[in-house]
Each structure stands twice: as C-alpha cells, then as structure tokens.
C-alpha cells in the first residue's frame, strides 16, 4: 500500500472514522490518512451474514447456557432451533473403546449424515471422521496441553445413554454455524440452588460440512478445527460456563491451530484481531473481534508456552475445585494478568511487546507471513528542523496507534528524529515505543519513558541513507475496570474501562 504524501497540519481537526465497533479518530492529516485505509480495509472485511461465508472460526456458543431436551420419544431437540424431528439411526451412537466419547447420529431426514460407509460396519464415513477428530481433540486438549476433561452428564435429564461426552451431528450449516456447545446440566437450571458455574456440556456439529455451506477450506479441515473448537466450549464449560467472550471465543480459536496445525483456518479471524484493527480493544466481546483475540492467546503460547493457557483458565475457574475461594470469580483479563504475573512478568510490559512484535507478524510469529500486517500511515519528512506538529487520537483501553516517520527525498543522510509524545497519565498504564527499520532489514525498538503525566521524549537513528523508517506506537495498555458484571459493555468482567478515550500526541522533528 502506499499514499501520497501528506502537507502535515498543526492543528488538529475533527475526522470522524470509525475502526471496529466505533472509535473515533481525533484529527490531523496523519490520523486521517490512516482512518481512510483503515476504513477501506474494514470495508474489505465487513462481517458478513449468509451461512455461506461463515469462517469455520466462527462457531457458535450459547450466550447463557439454558436447558435443553436432548433424545425422547423419537425426537431429537437440540437447541439453537434444531431439532432432528427424526429418531436416531439403528446404529448410533458410535463411542470410543477408550476415551468417553459418543457420537450420535441420524439417517433420515434433513440432518441426516451422508450415507457412504467404506467399511460396511453400519457407521457412515462422516461418523467415523468426528469421532476420530473429537478423539484428537481430546487427546490434544486434556491430555498434552493439561486442561480438565469435560464433566460427565450425570445430572442431564437425558444423558445420550449414560454418562459419557456426547456428540451430535446436524445441519448446522444451514444454520450458519460450524457448530456449536450447549449444556442440559440441571445445576444451570434456574432454582437449582448450585453455586458456582461449571457444567457437563454436549456439542453438535455438521452433518457433512459441504462446501455449499462452508466457502472457505475442505470438508474435513472444517470439521476438524470446528470439533476441536466445540470440545475445547465444553472443555471450558468444566471451569466456568460464564466467562467472558472474548476469551471463550478466543481460547477456542486458538485450540483449532494447537490440535490440528495443518488446518490455518483461523488466520480469516485476524482480520478482527490486533493486527488488522489495533485501534479496537484486545477485550472487545462483539462482531467477530471475539474470534480474533486468539491473536493475543497464541503470542502467549509462543511465548510461555501453549499451558500458559491452562494455567489462564485454571485460574478463572469457577467450579467446586477452583484452587481458592479468592480466585472465585475471577474473570478473564485477571486471571491473565495472574498468568503472566507466575511467569515473572508483568502484563502491561507484556501487552506493549504484543503490540510491538505485531508491526512486523512474519518476524513474530511461527506462521506470521500468512497473519495480515497492521496498517501503518507514512509521514515522509524531509530537510534539518521540519516537524509533522501535534498529531493526536484518542485510544481505548487495551488498544494501539502505529504511525510510521520515513526520510524523505530531503533528508539529510545522517540525522536523527526526535519524538515527543503526550500521552494520558501514568494510572492509566500509556506506553510508547519506537521500532526503528533499517535498510537491510534489521530492527531496533526503543521504548520512550513516560513520566507521571504520561509525557516524554527520545531521539532515534533518522538517516537517509541508513534509516527505513521510525514507527511509533502508541500503546493504551489500561486494564482498570469499573461496573463489573453489569453487562454494560462487551468487555472484560462485563464491565467498562476507566480508560477508554485517552488522548496521545505525538510530534516529530528531524534534528
Ligand atoms: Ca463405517
Ligand atoms: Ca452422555
Ligand atoms: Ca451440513
Ligand atoms: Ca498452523
């Protein structure tokens, strides 16, 4: 991508683009250069509705878990608007010799399963295909990366025949649904006096994932990263049935690439991540930014280590076997903020390299060249003392500007760049770091220290003739919330950011 080159004003005026759910950019012909791309790039990923274009990522999970009639009489509901309408066939389900997991299924009607059966044992192909991917799965997800099995349906009404995981097979495709999780356990029902959230979960995925409901990758990659995707739904069900979104979707987005590295479907969820939208909180829980938080779940896997996300989760549980009564409730963004603090790090340097490693995903991540690359404007600057003025823009919570300084025709071949930056204070958790590219590829970042009123100044490497370009970013690493619980926005705890709104300056000068 390229622009033409911006006259930079100094003072600011009123743009209003939106990025995401509604950010406002302040001003300045920097900030509104990038709106403008920003917005084009949006405009490229609008969410889209019909089933069709689902992203296999995009599986869903009830919102609150509510009690669902699963095989009676004949008929099978399955929630969601689902149901078989139909019995089950003669021979389902399916269960493994070894671990506790039944697939079931029927052969009539508009959810039945293709019929082919290569073996001839009365189980159709595609039951033998979920059976074996839930089976992975598992063995992926409880037994090498260390989280709690699903819970026995002990106390379902109806149990899919005893106390095993149960697996159903539908259309739901035709819904727009790779899949999804839900839960019969009576603990939820209302009345039921249980004082914590866990539950026994079951799961439906598709009957056959055509390629007419699913645009995007082959049948069985479909239904692979969406098994994975369900199991690890009621995996968390174990834990805590109410946590927060984004990272329920999150973490579930993150398990397809941990159980089935082949697959990469969920690089189409980036497009709602950090690095397509930075300016977007990393904890907003809506229009898909939920699926594309696994962004964040795997550079801490990549970091720490992939059970860094087992320890996240061991300490947002909810149920009888939560490791303290002081853990109780812990949601989301705290039991991260625990995580990294046992791995003797600090979230908020945590959450500023994140955005850092991510002006340059093919360098950061195992499989980054395929990752999409943070939008960046470029402010060409040319001779000794010319300077871009204040560019200022507001930034939510858990959010990020980059904004890239080039040498330009002008530029003195050895010079450098001061940055001065504005930021809110220092509550507030602002940071700002400059990643200096030179030619020939190699990197230098520079943090700028801030002081208490969030204000501060650094002088990196400019040449012409040996500088590519001195990006700034500008970090809004806040994660104080206020009203948890209240559902008054889509963010951690279901609360809102005492953060939100922040305004950072920058101004640059060649020296
Ligand atoms: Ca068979
Ligand atoms: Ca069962
Ligand atoms: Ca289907
Ligand atoms: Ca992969």
């Known amino acids: 991508m390229s622009f033409r080159s911006v006259r930079l004003s100094r003072h600011l005026r009123p743009a209003l683009p939106r990025e995401g759910h509604g950010r406002r950019l302040l001003l300045s012909a920097a900030a509104v250069t990038a709106a403008a ?25 009830l919102d ?34 070894t671990r506790p997991i039944c697939v079931h299924w029927t052969d009539q009607g508009d959810h039945a399963v293709p019929p082919a059966d290569g073996d001839g044992d009365n189980i159709p192909d595609q039951v033998e295909k979920t059976l074996a991917a839930v089976n992975t799965s598992w063995a992926t997800i409880v037994g090498k990366l260390g989280f709690r099995a699903p819970l026995p349906d002990k106390r379902s009404p109806v149990d899919g025949g005893d106390t095993r995981f149960d697996v159903y097979l539908a259309d739901t495709g035709s819904a727009g649904l790779a899949g999804y999780t839900s ?37 069985l990659g479909n239904l692979r990263v969406a098994a994975a995707h369900e199991l690890f739904h009621a995996v968390q069900y174990s834990y805590d049935t109410r946590e927060d979104d984004w990272m329920t979707e999150g973490t579930a987005t993150w398990v397809e690439d941990q159980v089935f590295d082949g697959v990469n479907l969920n690089i189409t969820a ?16 809506r229009l898909r930014h939920q699926y594309g938080s696994w962004l964040f779940f795997r550079y801490l896997s990549e970091r720490y280590g992939p059970k860094i996300v087992a320890q996240i989760w061991r300490l947002a549980d909810d149920s009888p076997t939560e ?11 705290r039991a991260i903020r625990r995580a990294i603090a046992r791995e003797g790090d600090d979230f908020a340097k945590v959450f500023n390299q994140f955005v850092t490693t991510n002006l340059r995903p093919a360098k950061g991540y195992k499989e980054g060249a395929d990752y999409p690359k943070p939008f960046s404007p470029r402010v060409p600057l040319g001779p000794k003392g010319e300077t871009t003025g204040w560019l200022g823009t507001e930034i939510d919570h858990l959010s ?22 504005q930021g809110p204070p220092k509550g507030s958790a602002p940071a700002a770091r400059v990643i200096v590219q030179f030619d020939g590829g190699r990197t230098k970042v520079v943090p700028i220290k801030l002081n208490r009123r969030g204000d501060g100044d650094v002088r990196v490497p400019f040449g012409r003739s040996s500088v590519r370009s001195a990006t700034i970013a500008m970090i809004n690493g806040s994660t104080r919330y206020v009203r948890c619980s209240t559902k008054t926005a889509p963010y951690s705890c279901g609360g809102r950011s005492k953060d939100d709104d922040r305004i950072f300056k920058v101004r640059a000068r060649v020296l």
Not at 83 to 97: D, L
Not at 270 to 285: E, I, R
């Open 37 to 61: 791309a920003l917005t084009g790039s949006l405009a490229a990923a609008a969410p889209v509705a019909s089933p069709t274009d689902a992203p296999a990522s995009d599986q869903g999970r």
């Open 64 to 97: 609150a878990p509510v009690l669902l009639a699963r095989p009676n009489a004949g008929q099978v509901e399955l929630g969601r608007n689902m149901s078989w309408g139909v019995g089950a066939a003669a021979a389902s389900p399916a269960c493994h010799p």
């Open 183 to 219: 839960s019969d356990d009576a603990r939820l029902a209302e009345g039921s006096g249980y004082g914590y959230r866990d539950a026994s979960a079951f799961i439906v995925l598709d009957n056959d994932y055509k390629a007419g409901q699913f645009s995007r990758g082959t049948a």
């Open 270 to 285: 980036l497009q709602h991540s950090a690095l397509a939208a930075p300016l977007t909180p990393l904890d907003f829980g």
């Open 323 to 333: 490791i303290s009564a002081k853990a109780s409730q812990t949601y989301s963004m």
């Open 400 to 421: 990020s500007i980059y904004v890239s300084f080039v040498p330009g025709k002008d530029a003195p071949p050895a010079r450098r760049l001061l940055l001065r930056v």
